[in-house]
């Protein structure tokens, strides 16, 4: 599952938390607060996917303006969407930009859980748009 702007929300260590259980959940947040220095709670580490209903989206997706878009066109994603200069998606995926600096920093295997989900979100929807436009 891919969330509006490209990040891969099925391989997200929030992705589904809640059925994962407290131990996953409190492992998400000490890992997050870590790697990324966020103070979270294990009741936030939970998401079906930012595409899905508020109250099953991590809660800072909740306010996404690029996500809110897609979801007021009844789109699946900004792959869908015909405007290819949106400021809402660019300030969206901005967000995910320097994740991928962490390889550097981070142990191979922290990586893969806790960054990797998050990189390449750009290619991912340029792919989605693509097939979505040529099919």
Known sequence: MMSV?????????????AAKGIEHQNKIVEAWHR????????????????????????YTSRNCKARNCCLFKGFGSCAECPDE?????????????????????????????????Y???RKRLEAARNLFHNR
């Open 5 to 17: 702007c490209g990040v891969l929300c099925s391989a997200c260590p929030a992705y589904l938390g």
């Open 119 to 121: 990189c390449d979100h």
């Open 35 to 58: 790697i990324y220095g966020l103070n979270e709670t294990a009741e936030h580490i939970s998401c079906s996917g930012c595409p899905g209903p508020d109250e099953e989206v991590f």
């Open 85 to 117: 200069t949106c400021t809402l998606l660019e300030k969206a995926q901005s967000v995910w930009d320097e994740v991928p600096d962490l390889i550097d920093k981070l142990s191979s295997e922290d990586f893969d859980v806790y960054a990797r989900p």
